[in-house]
């Protein structure tokens, strides 16, 4: 049998393969797979519909192709499976799978340098690294002493984290380096599975008014929309911290403003927003105590090429008939990010 055939597919060209796939990345596939030449304008699957009607497996990445069934099935009749070196595959999946086509998704590996990030951050809050340092600057140091002797550290503290997919769990993991004692927020957890964690299931409300710091990790789709408000950031300690590298949207950000301005000593810290990035005029562009970074937790110059070898893997193991591990259903779509 001679060898099957493959394409790298993506809008973003050339340039967002090579980050994604990195060299002997690429080596490695084309030493297994005969690659046509890339499709990066979705008008070529017209003018190269005899061509690509010969692709086995496609390579993608951010900038993914969304295609309806009837197209699928007409340009990729003998698709077998897609490769995604990216994390959420929610805009293309279904009509793929629908097609009987599998699909993976490197969603784990850009698991891994939000995890690290969030952990980081967490550590920070503890100390009331944020607040501190702001107020060394604006106020002095006596000033930032004085927000420091109100704040209770890292050991034993509480730690709230909202949503336990592949980055919290992954977060959690991090944490039991650490003597915190770890709430968590998410209805599809079951109680054995809290229970192996070593954490504690509650609702969103004693979250925030229980935790020096909360993480929100919640998968973003129609149910996690808006799902935090000012009922739940209104009971914020005084001296807690909100992280958010899951999406803006899940929170209604002018109640978090609003909470913020009424307790200063609070604080946001905001890799995300809704929309991104942050209108002019919004009160997060002057509020003291809120923190924007511009949507860097998820993997940034060379951890990007960590996705397009976990895809690389998921090929040698798909085809040799070995476990898989990245593997998207139908079912895992109702509740991913």
């Known amino acids: 049998m001679g060898q099957k055939t493959a394409v ?14 990195d ?13 046509l030449k ?18 086995d497996y496609i390579f993608s990445t951010w900038g993914m192709f969304p295609l309806e069934e009837d197209q699928i099935r007409d340009c990729f009749p003998g698709l077998k499976a897609v490769f995604y070196a990216a994390g959420s595959v929610q805009g293309f999946a279904k009509p793929y799978l629908a097609c009987g086509v599998h699909v993976f998704s490197a969603f784990a590996a850009n698991a891994v340098p939000v995890a690290e990030y969030v952990t980081a951050q967490i550590l920070l809050a503890g100390k009331g690294f944020y607040l501190a340092q702001r107020l060394y600057r604006t106020k002095g140091y006596p000033a930032a002493r004085e927000y420091m002797r109100k704040m209770p550290g890292n050991y034993g503290g509480k730690v709230g984290i909202i949503g336990v997919g592949t980055i919290g769990k992954l977060v959690i993991s991090h944490l039991k380096n650490y003597k915190y004692h770890i709430l968590v927020f998410d209805p599809f957890l079951p109680q054995e599975e809290a229970d192996r964690l070593g954490v504690e299931k509650c609702d969103l409300n004693t979250i925030f008014e229980e935790c020096l710091v909360i993480s929100n990790h919640l998968a973003n789709n129609e149910q996690t929309r808006g799902m935090m408000t000012y009922e739940q950031f209104s009971r914020m300690r005084p001296n807690a911290v909100f992280l958010n590298t899951g999406r803006g949207a899940q929170l209604v950000e002018d109640d978090l403003a609003r909470a913020l301005s009424e307790v200063p000593t609070r604080t946001a810290v905001l890799d995300v927003t809704y929309p991104e990035p942050v209108k002019p005029g919004h009160p997060f562009l002057t509020l003291e105590n809120v923190f924007l970074t511009p949507h860097i937790a998820g993997s940034i110059g060379e951890e990007v090429s960590r996705m397009g070898q976990y895809m690389a893997e998921e090929y040698e193991a798909f085809t040799s008939g070995a476990p898989c591990r990245y593997e998207i259903t139908e079912e895992m779509l109702k509740t991913m990010a």
């Open 23 to 35: 060299k002997e990345t690429r080596n490695t596939l084309k030493e297994r797979l005969s690659f």
């Open 38 to 55: 890339g499709v990066y304008d979705r008008d070529q699957l017209k003018t190269r519909r005899a061509d690509l009607r010969k692709v």
């Open 8 to 21: 790298f597919m993506t809008h973003g060209g050339k340039e967002a393969i090579n980050r994604a796939y």
